[in-house]
């Protein structure tokens, strides 16, 4: 069975700093890995996806995520945190046969002034 | 382009009564859609997976008498929260996909529901 594990429930940065929002996945075969994005009250945005290419995937508003299978992580990077970067991110992968996708439990990062 | 919609985006309704969310993707044609339910401060929870033309398929704890779902064209799905009751307050979120099996899913803005 496919999952996937947030390992930090909060993550607080101040402006202009990096972020590393960590993500481990398990998967019995090569996943597709997906990062979303939930601001208050609203839906998802994809922000990124891997689907077994390169294995460093750029994202959409300067985040990226490195799929690393010798240590089953895809880990979701930004070199300078920006206020309206705050928000819910879902670390996703994919199960067996597409179509359905299984939610880590997500990561709340707070951007400090 | 692949932008999913959902109305009302938020209901509140009294405790019995049922409710009708609609989710349409207005510049593509969905064969598949899904829906979803969030807890406050939780993840996103599948609760059934619907294909245009056929049944849904309900997830493993969810009643399909209690969450009807309908999908009858490629750009409309609805989900129908019958005699509703407090417990049943949550964010629903739909999703819809191009093609079967097909792996990225376009979410809608969600769906805020208050049962009182």
């Known amino acids: 069975a496919q999952s996937v594990t947030q390992l930090d429930s909060h993550v607080s940065v101040s402006e202009g700093t990096p972020v590393l929002l960590r993500c481990n996945y398990s998967s019995s075969y090569s996943p597709s890995l997906f990062w979303y994005v939930q601001h208050p009250n609203k839906g998802l945005q994809l922000l990124l996806k891997y689907t077994s290419a390169a294995t460093l995937v750029k994202g959409i508003n300067g985040f990226e995520a490195e799929f690393k299978k010798s240590e089953t992580s895809f880990h979701l990077t930004k070199p300078s945190a920006h206020m309206s970067d705050a928000a819910e991110y879902f670390c996703?992968?994919?199960?067996w046969g597409g179509g359905k996708l299984i939610f880590g439990q997500g990561t709340e990062l707070s951007v400090k002034p | 382009g692949a932008v999913v919609s959902q109305h009302p985006s938020r209901v509140i309704c009294k405790s019995g009564t049922s409710v009708k969310i609609e989710c349409r993707s207005l510049d593509f044609q969905a064969t598949t859609m899904f829906w979803y339910r969030q807890f406050p401060k939780q993840s996103l929870m599948l609760m059934a997976t619907s294909n245009e033309g056929s049944k849904a398929t309900y997830e493993q704890g969810v009643e399909k008498d209690k969450f009807l779902i309908n999908h009858a064209s490629l750009t409309l799905s609805t989900l129908t929260v019958t005699s509703a009751h407090p417990e049943d307050s949550s964010f629903y979120i739909c999703?819809?996909?191009?093609?079967?099996?097909?792996?990225?899913?376009?979410f809608g803005p969600g769906t805020r529901l208050l049962v009182l």
């Open positions: 996703v992968v994919s199960s």
């Open positions: 999703s819809a996909s191009r093609d079967r099996g097909q792996e990225t899913q376009y």
